[in-house]
């Protein structure tokens, strides 16, 4: 089955201590995203990926980061979470054909809580 | 720079009601547009889209035309269920060389039958 898988999908942790969310996809997407989703703010993009070894800043970098050293993973690191780091987070990914005409499939969604 | 703005929610209907959820947008160039449903507990899934001007994409019963004069991009449906209760977000990718998608703030449905 075609899918995007995210690990933890709950997590709760204190201020400062490191955590890394996962995300893989097995559909050999050459292009990978990270959102996340705040009540009133809709789905803001924090970091996405056009291929290995390939990175950039979305709209709401700060605080995190990412590498991309296989097709298929993404990690989410963030090295010192924050109380404003509570979010639900989301992976998606996608061909790169098409450029901007094809869908992005998302996982189900990490709800990470920062205290 | 592109944004999306759609209809504040939540919008609560009666089953078999009509359904109207506005989208508008900002964007340079020709954007492909689309409609993403998020049930609850869920990622989101692509619900339709339409990638030039006079489209109409459809799916399950929604339709939303690509109206480029009115930089436009509405879902209708004609006879919710209670199944169609969920997060509606209208978003935007613009054209060559972007895979960028930029979403509106998602509008809540609920249908009580």
């Known amino acids: 089955e075609a899918q995007v898988t995210q690990n933890p999908r709950y997590l709760i942790t204190v201020t400062g201590k490191k955590l890394t969310v996962t995300c893989s996809q097995n559909?050999?997407?050459?292009?990978m995203s990270w959102y996340r989703q705040d009540p009133g703010l809709g789905l803001r993009q924090i970091y996405y990926?056009?291929?290995?070894?390939?990175?950039d800043k979305g709209d709401v970098p700060e605080g995190y980061k990412v590498s991309r050293k296989e097709k298929r993973n993404f990690p989410l690191i963030l090295e010192s979470p924050s109380p404003n780091q509570t979010s639900l987070y989301f992976c998606?990914?996608?061909?790169?054909?098409?450029?901007?005409?094809?869908?992005?499939?998302f996982g189900p969604g990490t709800r990470l809580t920062v205290t | 720079g592109n944004s999306v703005t759609q209809m504040e929610g939540p919008v609560t209907l009666s089953e078999e009601a009509f359904l109207t959820i506005n989208c508008t947008y900002t964007?340079?160039?020709?954007?492909?547009l689309f409609w993403y449903v998020q049930y609850p507990g869920e990622g989101l899934q692509l619900l339709l889209k339409?990638?030039?001007?006079?489209d109409k994409g459809s799916n399950k019963g929604f339709e939303a035309t690509y109206r480029k004069e009115t930089t436009s991009f509405h879902l209708e449906k004609g006879s919710v269920q209670v199944s169609d209760s969920a997060v509606y977000f209208c978003?935007?990718?613009?054209?060559?060389?972007?895979?960028?998608?930029?979403f509106g703030k998602g509008t809540k449905l609920s249908v009580i039958p």
């Open positions: 990926s056009m291929n290995v070894e390939v990175t």
């Open positions: 339409a990638t030039k001007a006079d």
């Open positions: 964007a340079t160039g020709y954007p492909s």
């Open positions: 978003a935007l990718s613009s054209g060559a060389g972007s895979y960028q998608l930029t």
């Open positions: 559909m050999n997407h050459e292009y």
């Open positions: 998606a990914s996608k061909v790169s054909s098409g450029q901007g005409t094809n869908e992005q499939y």
